[in-house]
Nanobody, 114 residues
């Protein structure tokens, strides 16, 4: 099963984007779905996560601006990003953690011009 992240693009400061992450097949035993991001030259950092029980957590840098959600029936993960700033520029990756292991998606590039 492959994950495909989409929805990235070039926006200006203050604008919004919505990312989606869709698996190529059904993933059972999902425990946690999460978004990570990696800026050029940087490490891959955790951004937000949502558990099977819908408990959400956010990195301090995005708290109040980003909203993570999921459609469990479709195994689809979303990240609504509002009030984007230049520091949000990165490749965004989704990760699904199931009872059988971790799945990573290919990233989608978000560029915020200042």
């Amino acid at each position: 099963v492959q994950l495909q992240a989409s929805g990235g693009g070039l926006v200006q400061t203050g604008e919004s984007l919505r990312l989606s992450c869709t698996p190529s097949g059904r993933i059972t035993g999902l425990k946690v779905m999460a978004w990570y991001r990696q800026a050029a030259g940087g490490e891959r950092d955790w951004v937000a996560s949502i558990t099977a029980g819908r408990h959400k957590r956010y990195a301090e840098s995005v708290e109040g601006r980003f909203t993570i959600s999921s459609d469990n029936a479709k195994n689809t993960l979303y990240l609504q990003m509002n009030s984007l700033v230049h520091e949000d520029t990165a490749v965004y990756y989704c990760k699904f953690t199931s009872a059988w292991g971790d799945y990573w998606g290919k990233g989608t590039l978000v560029t915020v011009s200042s």
